[in-house]
C-alpha cells in the first residue's frame, strides 16, 4: 500500500505565535468592557474559593473549639458565620458562571466575525487561488479551524487566567495561613509537576501520532465515499477493506498509546495528591502539637490542607489549556494565512452603461435599461467617450501559461466580428478552456493583447468585462434552489417569463415540465437528480437569460445526445443572431457552420479557416474529423 500522504490541517504549530497572538486580540478589542468584567468575575471566583478555604480554619478556631467547653452551647454565631461562609460559595459560584457565559459569547462573537471576514475575502480571491488550493483544504479553516480557535478563546483562555488567578490567591491564602507548611507544599508540588510533565511530554508524541492516524483514516473514508463508483466498477472493494484494515489498526495502536497514557495521568496525580496530602497533614500536625498551638491552631491546619487540595487542579489545567492553545493557535495561522491572500486585483476604469444608440450612431448613456449598452471611458483629460457594446474580440500575439515555467498559449492572434461564430477544436489538453480563461479575465495574458470593441481588456472592470459575456463553463454548476432560481442566476431580475423563454432557446423546456414540480423543483447537490446533459442545458439557459453580446460555450454540448445536440443546436442559432460566439466542441455538427474554425494543437493555432476550406486543406481538422465525417 502506497503511504498516504499526512493529514491536513494536522497538530501543527504556529510559525509566529506572536503575531498570530496580537492579531486575535485585535478581535477581541470590540469586546473591552466585556473582557474588563470577565477579568473582574475571575478575580473574585479565585479570592471566594480561596476565601471559602480559609474560613474553614476559623470556623474551627474560633466558632467550634470554643463552644467544645461551653456547658450549654450557643448556636447562634455559628449559624451566622455558616451563613457568611453560604455567601462566599454563592459569589465564587455566580462570578465563574458569569465569566464563563460571557466568554462562551466573545468567543461565539469573535467565530462569527471571523467566519464571515474570512468568507468576504474568499470571495475576491482570484481563480488562481482557488486552482492551487485543495476544496477540503480551504473546507477545514471554517470547519476545524475555527472551532478550535472559537473553544479556545470561549474555554481555554479564561480556564488558564482562571487557574493561574486561583494559583495566585491561594498561594497568598496558604502563605498567610502557614508559612512553614507553604515551604512544605512548594517541595512537593515541585515533585509531582516534575513527574508530570514526564509523562506529559512522553504522551504529546503518542497524541500527535493518533491526530494524524485520524486525519489518514478520515482521508481514506472521504475518497471512497466520492469514488465509491470508481471502486465498484473496478471491483476493487477488497483491497479497500485491506488499506482501511490497516490505517484503522494504526489509528488503534496509536489511539492506545496516547489513551493509555492520558488514562494513567488522573490516578498517578491524584495519588502523588493523596501522598502530598498525607505529607502536610503528618508535618501540620507535628509542627502544631510541638508548638502548642503557637506555630499553626488546629483551623489553620485545617484551613491549609483543603486550600492544598485546591492548588494541584488548576497545575494540571494550566498544562491542559496550554496544549489547547497551541492548536488553537496553528489554526487561527491557517484561518489568517486564506484572509492574507492577495485579492484579485482590478485596474479597470472603463464601465458598462445603458445606452441610447441615435439613428446616426451616436451613443449615450441612457438611465435605465435599454436593450443596449455602451462602454464608458473616461479620458484623462475628464472627457467621456461611450463605445457601442458590439462583441468585438481581437487576441494579438497572446502568450500565457499557468506557471512561468509552462507556457500553455503559444502567439495566439484571433479575430471576431459581433456576430460571427468561432469555434474552437483540438485534442484534449490543446489549450482551448485556456482561451476563453483570458477572455474573462480569471488569468491575465503573459504577453499580447486582447481588445474588446477596440478597448484594452485590462481597462475594462472584471464585474463589467464578465457581465457583458455569457458564459457555459465546462463543468457544469448549479446551486441549491429551483429551476427558476438557477437560470435567474444569469440574470437577477429576470422574470418567470424570460427564464421559460431562455430555457426554450436551449432547448431545455420539455425537459423541465417533465419534472416534478417543473420550473419550481428544488435542484440539490449540484442537480444530482439530473442527467449531465440536463444540467448542461439549465447552464445553458443560464448564460441565454441574461442576453449577452458575447457566448461562450466550453464543450456544453458534449454530452448530450445527437437529437438533442441538433435541438440545441437549433436554439443556440437563433440565440447567436447578433451575437459573437465561441464554441469549443468536439462534435462536427456544432462546429460544421462556424464563420471560422480554429484548430489548436499544443497551444498553438495550426489551421484556421471555414469547415469545407479545413476539410479541402487535408491537414489536421480533416484528420480530426474524418472519422466522423465517414460516420455521416
Ligand atoms: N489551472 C491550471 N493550472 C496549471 N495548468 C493548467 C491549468 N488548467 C489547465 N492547465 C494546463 O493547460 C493546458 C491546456 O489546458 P486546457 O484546459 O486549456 O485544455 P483544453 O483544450 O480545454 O482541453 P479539454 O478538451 O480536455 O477541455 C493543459 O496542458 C493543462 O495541463
Ligand atoms: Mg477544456
Known amino acids: 500500500m502506497p503511504p498516504r500522504p499526512p493529514m491536513k490541517g ?48 476559623t470556623l474551627v478556631d474560633d466558632y467550634i473549639t470554643p463552644m467544645l467547653s461551653q ?14 461562609m453560604a455567601c462566599l460559595y454563592v459569589l465564587g459560584i455566580v462570578s465563574a458562571f458569569l465569566y464563563n457565559y460571557l466568554m462562551v459569547d466573545v468567543g461565539q462573537g469573535t467565530q462569527k466575525k471571523i467566519r464571515d471576514e474570512m468568507f468576504r475575502h474568499m470571495q475576491t480571491l482570484p481563480i488562481r487561488y482557488f486552482d492551487t488550493h485543495p476544496a477540503g483544504d480551504i473546507m477545514s479553516r471554517y470547519t476545524s479551524d475555527i472551532d478550535t480557535l472559537r473553544q479556545m478563546i470561549s474555554q481555554a483562555v479564561p480556564q488558564c487566567i482562571s487557574s493561574i488567578a486561583t494559583l495566585v490567591v491561594l498561594f497568598i491564602a496558604m502563605l498567610i495561613t502557614s508559612p512553614i507548611l507553604t515551604g512544605v507544599m512548594i517541595l512537593t508540588v515541585s515533585g509531582i509537576v516534575f513527574v508530570t510533565t514526564r509523562v506529559v511530554g512522553k504522551s504529546a508524541g503518542f ?20 469514488g465509491q463508483r470508481v471502486v465498484k466498477v473496478f471491483c476493487h472493494e477488497d483491497t479497500c477493506k485491506k488499506e482501511f484494515d490497516a490505517l484503522n489498526d494504526a489509528l488503534r495502536q496509536n489511539a492506545f498509546k496516547a489513551g493509555a497514557y492520558s488514562n494513567i495521568m488522573g490516578p498517578v496525580n ?37 486550600l492544598s487540595r485546591s492548588f494541584n487542579q488548576p497545575i494540571s489545567q494550566v498544562s491542559n489549556q496550554i496544549n489547547a492553545i497551541v492548536m488553537a493557535l496553528a489554526g487561527a495561522e491557517r484561518i489568517f494565512e486564506l484572509m492574507d491572500e492577495e485579492p484579485e486585483q482590478d485596474d479597470g476604469y472603463v464601465t458598462l452603461v445603458y445606452a441610447n444608440v441615435d439613428e446616426d450612431g451616436t451613443v449615450s ?70 482561451i476563453t480563461n483570458l477572455i474573462n479575465r480569471f488569468y491575465d495574458t503573459a504577453d499580447g493583447r486582447i481588445r474588446y470593441d477596440g478597448i484594452n481588456l485590462k481597462k475594462i472592470r472584471k464585474p463589467d468585462l ?3 459575456l455569457g458564459f457555459v463553463l465546462q463543468d457544469t454548476n448549479l446551486f441549491t434552489g429551483t429551476v427558476y432560481d ?37 435542484l440539490t447537490g449540484n442537480g444530482a437528480q439530473l442527467s449531465q446533459g440536463q444540467r448542461q442545458l439549465i447552464s445553458i439557459a443560464r448564460a441565454a437569460v441574461g442576453n449577452p453580446p458575447i457566448m461562450i460555450l466550453d464543450e456544453a ?50 489551421e484556421r479557416g471555414t469547415h469545407d476550406q479545413l476539410i479541402a486543406q487535408k491537414g489536421t481538422y480533416y484528420q480530426l474529423y474524418t472519422g466522423a465525417f465517414e460516420l455521416e
Not at 456547658?71 to 457568611?84: E, G, H, N, R
Not at 431562455?502 to 428544488?522: C, E, S, W
Open 207 to 226: 497524541f500527535i501520532g493518533q491526530q494524524k492516524s485520524l486525519g489518514a483514516v478520515n482521508g481514506y473514508v472521504e475518497e471512497m465515499i466520492q
Open 486 to 522: 438557477n437560470i435567474r442566476y444569469g440574470k437577477l431580475v429576470a422574470t418567470d417569463e424570460e427564464c421559460e423563454a431562455a430555457a426554450k432557446l436551449a432547448n431545455a423546456h420539455d425537459f423541465i415540465m417533465r419534472l416534478p414540480q417543473g420550473y419550481n423543483t428544488v
Open 270 to 306: 491524584n495519588n502523588l495528591g493523596y501522598i502530598q496530602y498525607a505529607i502536610l497533614a503528618i508535618v501540620g500536625g507535628l509542627v502544631a502539637i510541638s508548638s502548642g498551638g503557637q506555630l499553626l491552631t488546629l483551623g489553620n491546619l485545617v484551613a491549609f490542607l483543603v
Open 71 to 84: 456547658a450549654t452551647p450557643d448556636f447562634s454565631p455559628l449559624v451566622k458565620y455558616l451563613c457568611l
Open 557 to 606: 454540448t458534449s454530452s448530450i445526445d445527437t437529437r438533442t445536440e441538433a435541438l440545441v443546436a437549433e436554439g443556440m442559432d437563433s440565440l447567436m443572431k447578433g451575437r459573437t460566439t465561441f464554441v469549443i466542441a468536439h462534435r462536427l455538427s456544432t462546429v460544421r457552420n462556424a464563420d471560422c474554425i480554429m484548430v489548436l494543437e499544443q497551444g498553438r493555432i495550426i
Open 466 to 468: 464578465r457581465r457583458s
Open 365 to 434: 448613456e441612457a438611465p435605465a435599461r435599454t436593450g443596449k449598452w455602451a462602454w464608458k471611458y473616461p479620458h484623462k483629460d475628464g472627457s467621456i467617450t461611450y463605445t457601442e457594446l458590439k462583441g468585438d474580440i481581437v487576441m494579438e500575439n497572446v502568450d500565457f501559461g499557468y506557471v512561468p515555467e509552462k507556457t500553455v498559449l503559444h502567439d495566439v492572434c484571433l479575430y471576431a466580428k459581433p456576430g460571427q461564430k468561432i469555434a474552437f477544436v483540438g485534442a484534449t489538453g490543446a489549450g482551448k478552456t485556456t
Open 10 to 57: 494536522g497538530p501543527r504549530k504556529a510559525k509566529d505565535p506572536k503575531k498570530t497572538i496580537a492579531r486575535l486580540l485585535s478581535y477581541l478589542s470590540q469586546y473591552k468592557t466585556t473582557m474588563v468584567i470577565v477579568i473582574v468575575c475571575i478575580i473574585v471566583a479565585a479570592i471566594a474559593q480561596a476565601a471559602s478555604a480559609s474560613s474553614l480554619g
